[in-house]
């Protein structure tokens, strides 16, 4: 037998596999890419509710001047249960911190949840009052990246703060973000963004997953660098402070709008040349979290590939000019 022959034919089939499986994707990409980020708003997500009157008023524009110091966008997918106690901790700190100027806004974002999570976040709204907490229902389920968007697009802040629903960061820890931001605004830098970070949290993460799941964050982790964003130790963490000018850009350049839009968010940002800080955190993990390791972790990795070679195919494409 002619053991060279065989072997070669088996390394043309694989090659011709290869080509086959590196066809596909393409194809598959320029079916699926839509070229223009999706800003699309109904008109029922224009306004909010006052719970009081029950008369809606319309939400501002991010391209409004700013009348706030600090929106605080807070995306919530069937979190009636955990919304609570994160809202209950933020507002303490916020009437402490802002109340007596009223120079703040909590924009709970419900991404077309199936449990009473307008109800609940409507229940502040009425305590606090709607020009301080507003609940913005989406029509339908957009996912995270999606939510977060349209709370930012309808923003009346200075600075704007997304955090998770679930309360996992300590919102106290908004400060140390703060700090940071005044210190670059200070030095003249406009378009700034300060990530909460988890990082140093990441032995002791290490020490309580499983095995398997510790070689999933590690991968995502090497993808992330490999593909997209280096120089920020945690990309994933729900917790970041965003100037005016670096919202205006970041969430109308956006594409991504599940699990792996901070990534996307980050690689603009780098690619814009916006000023990126990070600040180690407070957090905890909240039971009833919404990521399914496996599955989840494979979207993500699918959505890095896609973002790098979308972006360097042309098929999105970034504007460097700040007034496009």
């Known amino acids: 037998m002619d053991y060279c022959w ?6 043309f089939v694989l090659f011709g596999l290869a080509i086959a499986a ?8 320029y079916l699926t890419t839509v070229s223009r980020p999706d800003l699309h708003r109904y008109d ?21 001047s700013p009348s706030l110091d600090l929106s605080i966008v807070v995306p919530a997918y069937n979190e009636s249960e955990r919304l609570p106690a994160m809202l209950d901790e933020a ?11 009223n120079s703040y806004e909590v ?23 709607c020009k301080k907490v507003k609940v913005l229902t989406l029509i339908k389920n957009r996912g995270k990246g999606g939510a977060i968007r349209r709370g930012v697009l309808s923003s009346s802040g200075r600075s704007i703060l997304f955090a998770d629903g679930d309360g996992a960061t300590t919102f106290e820890d908004y400060n140390k973000l703060d700090s940071v931001m005044n210190t670059c605004l200070t030095e003249g830098d406009k378009e700034v963004v300060v990530c909460g970070s988890r990082a140093h949290l990441e032995q002791e993460a290490i020490a309580e997953r499983s095995m398997f799941r510790t070689f999933l964050m590690k991968g995502f982790h090497l993808c992330v660098w490999l ?11 729900g917790f970041k402070l965003l100037s005016r000018p670096a919202a205006q850009r970041l969430f109308t350049s956006l594409h991504v ?10 690689y603009i940002a780098q690619s814009l040349g916006m000023r ?9 993990e909240i039971e009833g979290s919404k990521l399914v390791p496996f599955w989840s972790w494979l979207q993500m990795g699918r959505d890095l590939l896609f973002i790098r070679l979308r972006y360097t195919l042309g098929l999105w494409k970034l504007s460097k000019s700040k007034g496009d």
Not at 23 to 29: S, T
């Open 6 to 11: 065989f072997f070669g034919q088996i390394g």
């Open 22 to 29: 590196v066809l596909a994707v393409l194809i598959y990409m």
């Open 44 to 64: 029922e997500e224009k306004f909010y509710l006052d719970p009081s009157t029950k008369k809606r008023i319309p939400f501002c524009s991010v391209f409004d």
């Open 91 to 101: 507002l303490e700190y916020l009437e402490m911190k802002y109340g007596a100027d």
């Open 107 to 129: 924009i709970i974002v419900d991404d077309g949840s199936r449990d009473s999570t307008s109800e609940t976040a409507l229940r502040y709204a009425m305590k606090y009052g």
């Open 227 to 237: 593909l997209c964003v280096k120089g920020v130790k945690d990309t994933q963490c």
């Open 257 to 266: 709008e599940r699990w792996a839009f901070d990534v996307e968010l980050l």
């Open 276 to 284: 990126i800080e990070e600040v180690a955190v407070r957090w905890q």
